[in-house]
């Protein structure tokens, strides 16, 4: 059975070669028929021409008024076809250069847009800049006034160091302390230990009872030791009886101003 399919297969298939062939002779003897054909009716033709006006007779081959006039309306069909393409290339062209316009205007405003922008950034900037320095400003003013403060708050602090315990009203003792030390009656606003029992930080009232005070915290080495021995004698006067009263590296007794004189180490009368 496959046998049989496969040799009308081979034999459709000759078949069709065969009429292809014959096909194609057909066609190369039908176009010979007509060049044969058109070659005689061109030689008839120029006879025919020939022979009815022998003065114009040519070597040239003439040409027929049908392709003559195909050649015009060719030629005709092409102008008119590059008139066509030269029209829609300079509409073309006209669009391009709008659209060209267009964009180079939208360039144009964003160019504006972007400046606006920049130039309120630039005066958001400068203003932040302003804005920072007058912060800057205010807080050194109140950085300033802080200090002033806290220098004036601590202007009439005095440290006193050996005061010992206190009990009872701690600004009432420190005062009793420095009429009975130094001879020196002040109103002593606030005062606390600053280091358990040694020393004591004491707020004057005044500036000017501050300075009839002379303590640790302003004096040189040398000066404490003379407001030291100055303490001494005024506890000894005191326990005598005698009015005493200490000043800066002076003491007051009963009236009397004495200077203590360091290279002969005892107190010396002032006149």
Do not use: H
Request: hydrophobic share 25%.
């Amino acid at each position: 059975m496959a046998k049989s399919v496969s040799d009308n297969e081979q034999t459709w298939k000759e078949c069709s070669d065969n009429k292809r062939k014959q096909e194609r002779e057909d066609m190369l003897k039908s176009s010979e028929v007509r060049k044969e054909s058109s070659k005689r009716e061109r030689e008839e033709g120029r006879t025919s021409k020939e022979g009815k006006n022998p003065l114009r007779n040519s070597s040239r081959t003439r040409r027929s008024p049908n392709r003559s006039e195909e050649e015009n309306q060719s030629k005709e069909m092409d102008k008119e076809m590059k008139t066509t393409m030269i029209r829609e290339m300079r509409e073309e062209i006209k669009t391009l250069r709008k659209e060209l316009a267009a964009v180079r205007e939208e360039n144009g405003e964003l160019r504006k847009e972007l400046a606006t922008v920049r130039e309120q950034m630039r005066g958001r900037e400068e203003k932040g800049q302003l804005e920072k320095a007058d912060w800057m400003r205010r807080m050194k003013m109140i950085e300033k006034k802080m200090e002033q403060r806290e220098k004036k708050e601590r202007k009439n602090n005095v440290i006193t160091t050996g005061i010992g315990a206190i009990s009872g009203n701690i600004e009432r003792g420190v005062e009793e302390w420095l009429e009975r030390e130094i001879g020196v009656k002040v109103n002593v606003k606030e005062a606390f230990k600053i280091n358990k029992d040694k020393m004591m930080l004491a707020k004057i009232e005044s500036w000017e009872q501050k300075k009839n005070i002379m303590l640790n915290d302003d004096l040189t080495k040398e000066e404490r030791k003379t407001q030291k021995k100055l303490r001494e004698l005024a506890r000894e006067e005191r326990d005598r009886g005698k009015r005493v009263k200490i000043g800066y590296r002076k003491i007051q007794i009963n009236g009397d101003w004495f200077r203590w004189d360091e290279s002969q180490e005892k107190l010396k009368k002032i006149c």
